[in-house]
């Protein structure tokens, strides 16, 4: 990868991973931090790395790192359990984005990342698996399993649409 | 086997790990029995033993295959994810035309596609362009310097080329041999049209230096044929005879000699003051000026052979013969410029450069040659 193929990616990229990371951490400097450490990784890397292939080793760097940061920092307790979230709600309860957004906080990291790079980048199961370091069948699980407990969340009497 | 005290250790092992079997374990309880010290060496060996027990899996839950996940689920959430092959795809979008609780289902599922916020960037592109170091510049500036020198150089010799170039000279010339020997190259072809010729002299005597362009029609071309006497000075004239005519033209002022100059090569090769030799010259001598650094008038009849005067040897390459010129002190100061053809110039690729940029520039500057015998293109400079 050459310097030019590089600055490219930047322009190609950065968004796509900044928003993907953004929604997983939910802290705008946390997600830059990631951001950043991906294309400092991707430029140190860039004569291993072919240029088809950039896009899914940011974001396979991401994720990891992302996967560290909240390891490390632990800033949100996460729940698959959507029982005790789903009384006193008191935002708007037709507001279907919002709702979407709050069950897709609900997840774990890693569904929320199966999820997310499924509807934002449209990633294939095995692509998923690559960036996320499961197997097809673990991703095909999980992520069918994020998407129940999502609709499952929307479907409550609370949050009927 | 039997256990002894000699491998004791091996069936203490095999012991602890639970591979014996139950006569062999029994064996080895006898012998600890019958070894009381051996004993504490096999609790140690026991008191290793991770215990399983410890670690306990919580929330085994999300191993569970959720019931109610459906055929129909399972097609969708595929569908949604658009992981189905074509025909698959088909078959779904089949039973959502057709049944009610698919298409439901479907619906809700829909929802929970997520879509993303364009609107959110990374504002901070700036910071993760990266500019490879390393980069040589300095080469590029060389080559800029080096490039501005050399048309420098050009222009300031095509200028001093000019200037000389009006000036008058001796037909003659010295052909300087490198070494000795003559250069077939250095033939000169004056075409008719093309009049920039110039005739140097090597070191500071040249007085002007026949440089023309020589073609592939060299038989054909008109021949210019120039007398010149000795003692007299090369005018560039205007010599110049058409292809069509074929004519000679001499210099009112002289006699053609029948006879071929015998050229005093005493002095090849000399950069200080030569001797000039007029030589007369007839068309059918097949006497032809030598171009190039030194002029010379070369005699082209095998019946004749030059000989150089300096050894007293034949030349046997007639196409080159050093003549020596006389040069006056005003033609010394005025030439001193042209003098590139020294020895060292030679054997430089500037001074292969500056020939060929004197060259280039009579040609555009339309220095007329000097006086001298045209034969099929070649012109024969005539002392």
């Known amino acids: 990868m050459t310097e030019r193929e590089y600055n490219e990616c930047v322009n190609l990229y950065a968004d796509n991973v900044y928003r993907f990371i953004l929604k997983n951490l939910r802290h705008n400097e946390d997600a830059k931090d990631v951001v950043q450490g991906a294309f400092e990784k991707l430029w140190v890397n860039r004569d291993k790395v072919e240029n088809g292939r950039s896009k899914s080793y940011l974001f396979t760097i991401a994720y990891n790192n992302m996967i560290d940061h909240i390891r490390k920092n632990k800033r949100t307790v996460l729940s698959d359990d959507f029982s005790e979230n789903a009384k006193g709600a008191t935002a708007p309860k037709h507001d279907a984005k919002r709702i979407l957004n709050e069950a897709l906080n609900k997840l774990n990291e890693k569904q929320r990342s199966l999820v997310l790079l499924k509807d934002y980048e449209g990633y294939s199961y095995e692509e998923i698996g690559q960036i996320t370091g499961l197997n097809e069948s673990q991703v095909k699980v999980y992520l069918h399993r994020a998407r129940l407990q999502l609709r499952e969340y929307i479907v409550s009497p609370e949050n009927v649409i | ?383």
């Open chain 2, 1 to 383: 086997m039997q256990i002894n005290r000699h491998n004791y250790e091996e069936f203490f092992l095999l012991y602890v790990d639970n591979e014996l079997s139950a006569a062999e374990k029994k064996t080895v309880d006898m012998f600890v029995q019958e070894n009381p010290d051996l004993q504490i060496e096999l609790a140690l060996l026991q008191d290793t033993v991770v215990k399983a027990d410890d670690i306990v899996l919580d929330k085994k839950d999300w191993l569970y295959m959720e019931e109610g996940v459906t055929a129909l689920q399972e097609n969708l959430l595929l569908y949604a994810d658009d992981e189905l092959t074509a025909a698959d795809q088909k078959t779904v979008e089949a039973l959502l035309a057709t049944n009610k609780k698919a298409r439901a289902e479907w619906v809700v599922l829909q929802q929970t596609k997520l879509q993303p916020d364009m609107t959110v960037v990374f504002a901070d592109k700036q910071s993760l362009y990266r500019k490879e170091a390393g980069r040589v510049v300095v080469l590029r500036w060389w080559r800029v310097a080096a490039a501005a020198i050399l048309v420098g150089l050009g222009l300031w010799t095509g200028v001093t080329v000019y200037k000389n170039s009006n000036k008058t000279t001796t037909g003659s010339g010295e052909l300087a041999n490198d070494a000795g020997k003559t250069k077939p190259g250095q033939i000169k072809t004056t075409v008719p049209g093309n009049t920039s010729t110039v005739t140097t002299q090597p070191g500071e005597n040249s007085a002007t230096e026949n440089i023309t362009s020589t073609t592939d029609q060299k038989n054909n071309e008109a021949k210019r044929i120039e007398n010149i006497e000795p003692g007299t000075e090369k005018k560039n004239d205007q010599n110049i005879v058409s292809p069509k005519e074929n004519t000679v033209v001499q210099n009112n002022n002289k006699t053609p000699d029948n006879n071929l100059p015998q050229p005093s090569l005493q002095n090849i090769n000399r950069n200080e003051s030569n001797e000039t030799k007029v030589v007369a010259v007839l068309p059918e001598n097949n006497s032809k000026r030598v171009s190039g650094n030194n002029a010379a008038v070369v005699n082209t009849n095998p019946k004749e052979s030059p000989v150089n005067v300096n050894t007293g040897t034949t030349i046997t390459n007639v196409e080159a013969l050093q003549v020596v010129n006389n040069k006056t002190s005003e033609e010394e100061d005025n030439n001193r410029y042209l003098n590139v053809d020294d020895d060292k110039g030679k054997r430089t690729a500037l001074g292969g450069f500056l020939r060929k940029a004197k060259r280039v520039l009579e040609r555009t500057a339309n220095v007329k040659t000097g006086e001298g015998v045209k034969i099929a293109g070649f012109e024969i400079a005539l002392k």
